[in-house]
């Protein structure tokens, strides 16, 4: 089986084929904002790498945010409309708790950190969300790191993502939506 993940949610595009869980092609590259214009040059060369055609995919794997509002967008709208047009499952997954999953604590505190701020989460030893995930700006921020073991950077295994987001109900492609948590923030000035 055949598997595509696909995430743009922060300043990296990475693009992963699995087969049957395992990692037989991937391309992680920084973006430097250009979103828009590498990720279809990416799935395709990832796909060539992989020697599969498109139409051979058998599921996908979407990170849906927190993040980057452009970036989230670009993956789940790529991912809804390949799962769509060839009619296989979707399963979508937080970038949070990819990085909760490549932790091994009682209680995780993760947090995507970014110019202004950060999105953060706490999960329990088995992944399970116990502190909703919150937007908190840099002031804020720097206050919660003291009183909190925040983890921001750690190497991720694919492979363990790919094992927990197969465990994640299948969705209707027009049910994969991004995960908006700052809001938009043309609509925060109003």
Do not use: W
């Not at 047009?85 to 979707?90: D, T």
Request: charged share 20%.
């Amino acid at each position: 089986m055949y598997t595509l993940f696909l995430d743009t949610h922060d300043a990296k595009v990475t693009i992963i084929i699995f087969k049957d869980g395992h990692v037989i092609a991937q391309n992680i590259l920084e973006s430097k904002n250009k979103h828009s214009e590498i990720t279809m040059p990416t799935l395709d060369n990832t796909l060539k790498a992989a020697n599969l055609d498109i139409n051979e995919l058998n599921s996908i794997i979407v990170v849906n945010g927190p993040g980057s509002f452009t970036g989230e967008r670009i993956a789940v709208t790529i991912a809804k409309t390949i799962a769509y047009c060839l009619n296989i499952p979707i399963r979508s997954i937080n970038s949070l708790l990819i990085l909760s999953l490549n932790i091994n604590d009682k209680n995780k505190c993760v947090a995507l950190e970014d110019r202004n701020g950060a999105f953060v989460a706490t999960f329990d030893q088995d992944n399970n969300l116990i502190e909703e995930i919150k937007y908190l700006n840099k002031s804020t921020y720097l206050e919660y790191k003291q009183t909190h073991n925040v983890v921001t950077d750690i190497e991720i295994d694919y492979e363990k993502v790919y094992t927990y987001a197969m465990t994640l109900n299948t969705l209707n492609p027009h049910e994969v939506k991004p995960l908006y948590v700052k809001g938009i923030s043309a609509l925060n000035d109003k």
